[in-house]
DNA sequence: CGTCATTATAACAGCTTTGGTATAGACATG
DNA sequence: CATGTCTATACCAAAGCTGTTATAATGACG
C-alpha cells in the first residue's frame, strides 16, 4: 500500500501533499506511467489494433502492452525511445522543478 | 564489452549501424546518459560547487554525482524530475522515431 | 614530500522495470 | 452451452538503475 493512497482516494489532492517528497515522487511516477497508458491505448485503438498486434509490431508480447495500458509502472527512456521508433511516433516529456509531463508531440 | 565498442571506436558511427536495433538502442542510452552528463557539469560549474555540495543538494552522496557525470547509466524518469525538482531547473526529453534527445528548456 | 580537497572507481545490495509463460476473466457468436 | 477472441493478472527470471561504503587517483599548496 502506497504512501498516497493511505491518506487519500481516486484523484483527490492537496498541496499539502506535495510537500511530501515521498508522495511527489510517487506521484510523478505514476503520473508518467498512466499518461503513457493512455497514449498507447489512444494509438492502438486509432489504428483497430489488438494488444497482440501490437506487441508484436513492438517485439513484444501481449500482456507487456496490457502492462503498459495499466500504467503500472514507470516507463523507462529506453521503453519511450522504443515506442516512438516502433510506432513513428514523436513524444515529449517536460520536466519542470514542480512537475513532470508527457505528451505526444 | 557492447557491441558498438566492438564494432567501432570512438565516435565513428556509420548509417548502417543504426539498422542494427541493438546498435540503436545501445546509441540512445548512452546518448541520453551523456547529454544529463554535460547538463549535470555544467550546472555545477556555472554555480561553484563541488561533487560533494552538490549531492548534498540532490540528497545524496558524491559518488553518484561522479556516476552521472560519467555517463555510465541512462537515467530514469524519476532521477530526471528528481534533478529538475531540487536544482530548480526544466528539462526536456524529445523522442521522435529516431532519435532521443534531452535538452535544457 | 606531506596534506588536504576533489574526483574517479570498485564492489556490493536493493529496488524497479522488463520480459516471459501460464492462466483467468469478459464477451461475443454460433 | 461451447468456442474463440481479447484483455487482465499472477508469478518468476533477467537486467538495469540507484545508493552505499571504501578506496584509489589527481592536483593544489605549504
Known amino acids: 500500500m502506497s504512501k498516497l493512497s493511505e491518506s487519500k482516494t481516486g484523484d483527490?489532492?492537496?498541496?499539502?501533499?506535495?510537500?511530501?517528497?515521498?508522495?511527489?515522487a510517487e506521484l510523478a511516477r505514476t503520473a508518467v506511467a498512466n499518461q503513457l497508458a493512455i497514449l498507447v491505448i489512444q494509438y492502438r485503438v486509432e489504428h483497430g489494433l489488438t494488444q497482440t498486434a501490437l506487441a508484436r509490431q513492438l517485439?513484444?508480447?501481449?500482456?507487456?502492452?496490457?502492462?503498459?495500458?495499466?500504467?503500472?509502472?514507470?516507463?523507462?527512456?529506453?521503453?519511450?525511445?522504443?515506442?516512438?521508433?516502433?510506432?513513428?511516433?514523436?513524444?515529449?516529456?517536460?520536466?519542470?522543478?514542480?512537475?513532470?509531463?508527457?505528451?505526444?508531440a
Chains 1, 2 share one sequence.
Open 12 to 24: 483527490q489532492l492537496l498541496a499539502e501533499d506535495l510537500k511530501d517528497p515521498e508522495i511527489a
Open 59 to 104: 517485439g513484444m508480447r501481449q500482456p507487456a502492452i496490457a502492462r503498459l495500458e495499466a500504467g503500472d509502472h514507470e516507463p523507462s527512456v529506453a521503453m519511450l525511445a522504443r515506442l516512438a521508433n516502433k510506432l513513428g511516433i514523436s513524444l515529449r516529456l517536460d520536466l519542470t522543478p514542480d512537475s513532470v509531463a508527457l505528451v505526444s
